[in-house]
Each structure stands twice: as C-alpha cells, then as structure tokens.
C-alpha cells in the first residue's frame, strides 16, 4: 500500500453525517472510505463537514469556512450530499398553502446553489488531481405525484454538473425505488445501514480516474 494517503472530504446533509444508523455504526462516508481504500491501495484519511437538515444554501456556506476551504484545498476525493432538504422544505411549504410555484422555485435556487458549489471549489487552486462525487435523490414518498415530479425535475439537473472531467453523478434513486422498505428506516426519509452501504456501493462503482486508471 502506497505510503502517501488520499485526502476525502465529505461535505452535506443527513446522508454524510449518517443520521439512521446506530452511533459508532458506519454509514455512507465510512463506507466509502473503505471502499476507495481498496481500489486505490492507499490509507484514505477522511474529514466530514455535514449537518442534519443542511440545504445546498448551507453546503455553500459551509465553502467559506477558512477550515473547509483548507481541507478543498487538500482533497483528492470530495463528495457533497445536498438537496433534498431543500425539497423537503418545499414539500412542507406546499402542504401549507398548495402553492406549486414553491417547488420551481425552490430547484432553481438549488441549481443556482449547486453551481456556485461547484464554481467554489474549483476556484480554490488545487494544484492536483481530484474528483468530485455527486448523488441524485431518492423519493421517501413515491405515492405523492408532486414530490416525484420535483425529485424527478432536480435529478434531471444534477447530472448537468456530470459534464466537468472531475465530476460524477451516483444514483440513489434507482437503488432505493422499490426498495423503500429495505433501505430505509423506520422514519421513512433516511437510509438504513444496507442503505448507506448501497449508496456507498453506487459512488464507488463509478471509478476514481484520474486518481486511479
């Protein structure tokens, strides 16, 4: 195993902190962590900086932290687990006053978000190789038209970012439709330990190039 360790930062929401696992349990980013380790033969030391309920507004702000950006600076592996606070904010929203324009309103500052995300980290004079690693989402409520629609609306978004060479879109949703009841808890919204593993599983089947060819 190489001497020199790959440096992954996991920046985002419930899913990176890994609400819905037991504490001391692993979930998605300690999953991955692993499994990166194995594919790339090298000591993987990895950094979270998430929060439960965190939107992409608060992934954003997160990227002016003087410690974050350090850690950008010096990542090889960056994950972010974003959005689906925001969708879920808009779903209460709605119920509320049955408003549908919430909902468009609320994926266009997500995008907006997601690409000053984006433009932020790129902006931080890496001097190395790095890849980015991003999820769609999955619908915890496949029986409400509205909430698939708008999930369905932002996928379709996030794999604009797909198109930059260091970035990859994993997806979430296909792992968990159909299979709520499996990989998600009791509460309905977040991943189980199966999950996270299933999703860990997604992120690393979709390489490491150029950090490994």
């Known amino acids: 195993?190489?001497?020199?360790?790959?440096?992954?930062?996991?920046?985002?929401?419930?899913?990176?902190v890994g609400v819905g696992v037991p504490a001391f349990d692993p979930g998605f980013v300690e999953h991955y962590a692993c499994?990166?380790?194995?594919?790339?033969?090298?000591?993987?030391?990895y950094k979270k900086n998430a929060r439960r309920g965190a939107t992409t507004g608060d992934v954003l702000n997160m990227l002016h932290s003087p410690i974050v950006i350090e850690?950008?600076?010096?990542?090889d592996i960056?994950?972010?687990?974003?959005?689906?606070?925001?969708?879920?904010?808009?779903?209460?929203?709605f119920i509320q006053n049955k408003n549908e324009k919430i909902f468009s309103n609320v994926l266009e500052q997500s995008q907006n978000n997601y690409s000053s995300i984006m433009k932020r980290i790129h902006n931080m004079e890496k001097q190395k190789e790095f890849i980015i690693?991003?999820?769609?989402?999955?619908?915890?409520?496949?029986?409400?038209?509205?909430?698939?629609?708008g999930i369905k609306t932002f996928n379709s978004l996030i794999y604009n970012f797909s198109k930059d060479k260091?970035?990859?879109?994993?997806?979430?949703?296909?792992?968990?439709k159909g299979n709520e009841r499996a990989l998600l808890t009791r509460d309905g919204i977040h991943l189980n330990s199966r999950g996270y593993y299933q999703m860990a599983l997604a992120f690393h089947k979709l390489g490491y190039f150029p950090l490994a060819r």
Do not use: Q, W
């Open 1 to 16: 195993m190489d001497f020199y360790p790959f440096h992954y930062l996991a920046l985002g929401d419930s899913l990176t």
């Open 35 to 45: 499994l990166s380790k194995r594919s790339l033969k090298k000591c993987i030391h």
């Open 78 to 93: 960056i994950t972010i687990t974003a959005g689906g606070n925001d969708l879920l904010n808009a779903a209460k929203a």
């Open 133 to 149: 690693r991003l999820t769609n989402l999955y619908n915890p409520f496949p029986n409400i038209p509205i909430a698939e629609e």
């Open 166 to 176: 260091h970035v990859k879109v994993a997806d979430i949703y296909n792992i968990v």
């Open 71 to 75: 850690y950008v600076k010096h990542a």
